[in-house]
């Protein structure tokens, strides 16, 4: 196990939003996830580089990402 996933055993994602944040993206049905990854993709492009709060929005765009990538590799997988 390396460092790295070490550090997320320790109670963060691959994208490094906490844990239960990508616990309660993957209950989301798949309308709510697109919207929800629209909803932060906007918010992100709107956000200037120095905002508050623009690290964890893109921690959470982040955690979004990872999220698609999960559900299209387990549909594209199952076929």
Known sequence: MSQRTG???AG???SGAPVGRAESIRQ???PAFLAECRRVREAL???PQD???R???AAL???LTEEF????????GSR
């Open 7 to 9: 550090e997320r055993a």
């Open 12 to 14: 963060q994602a691959a």
């Open 69 to 76: 990538e999960r559900r299209a590799r387990a549909a594209w």
């Open 55 to 57: 690290t964890e929005l």
């Open 51 to 53: 905002a508050v709060g």
């Open 61 to 63: 765009h982040d955690a």
């Open 45 to 47: 492009e709107r956000a």
């Open 28 to 30: 989301l049905d798949d």
